[in-house]
């Protein structure tokens, strides 16, 4: 991957704010839209979602999600060649408490001010999603696999 996209994918994962999170609902995908909030090195992306929900609904019985991140439609003539990753996780609840809770629920409000009103509701956790691998397309005829490893070396940029 050449220095450029390494940057763009930085760029995405850093800031955009809401992606795709799909899972599997009754041996169907399901996507839903999510607000999240990554690590430092990318090693972990936290959503806070409802219990309710049915993607929480379908973590709980499938830990294999994933989240698809996108670059800003900014009304090109062309679409596709809107950067985008698709990263391949494995879920896992983080109840509230719980150890690391605390330094999360900084760094969520931090880029989400608004959802502090959230924290009170009861129905709410915070999901760790790990990343596994993945697919980067960084435009017209760049894509790219995407490792672990890759992430957090991208994350340095």
Not at 13 to 39: G, H, K, Q, Y
Not at 115 to 124: G, P, T, V
Request: glycine content about 4%; aromatic content about 8%.
């Amino acid at each position: 991957m050449d220095a450029q996209s390494e940057k763009l994918l930085a760029q995405i994962i850093r800031n955009t704010r809401v992606a795709a999170l799909s899972t599997l609902r009754d041996e169907e995908p399901l996507s839903s839209m999510v607000a999240f909030v990554p690590l430092e090195d990318f090693s972990a992306f936290y959503i806070h979602v409802s219990r309710l929900a049915q993607h929480t609904v379908d973590m709980k019985k499938k830990k294999q999600v994933s989240l698809l991140i996108t670059e800003t439609d900014d009304g090109r003539a062309d679409p596709q060649t809107l950067a985008r990753v698709s990263i391949r996780c494995s879920a896992e609840m983080l109840e509230n408490g719980a150890p690391g809770y605390t330094p999360i629920k900084e760094l969520y409000l931090a880029r989400f001010p608004a959802s502090e009103e959230i924290f009170k509701l009861d129905d709410f956790n915070f999901w760790r999603l790990r990343p596994k691998g993945g697919r980067y397309v960084a435009g017209f005829a760049k894509a790219y696999n995407v490792t672990v490893e890759t992430l957090q070396d991208v994350s340095k940029r």
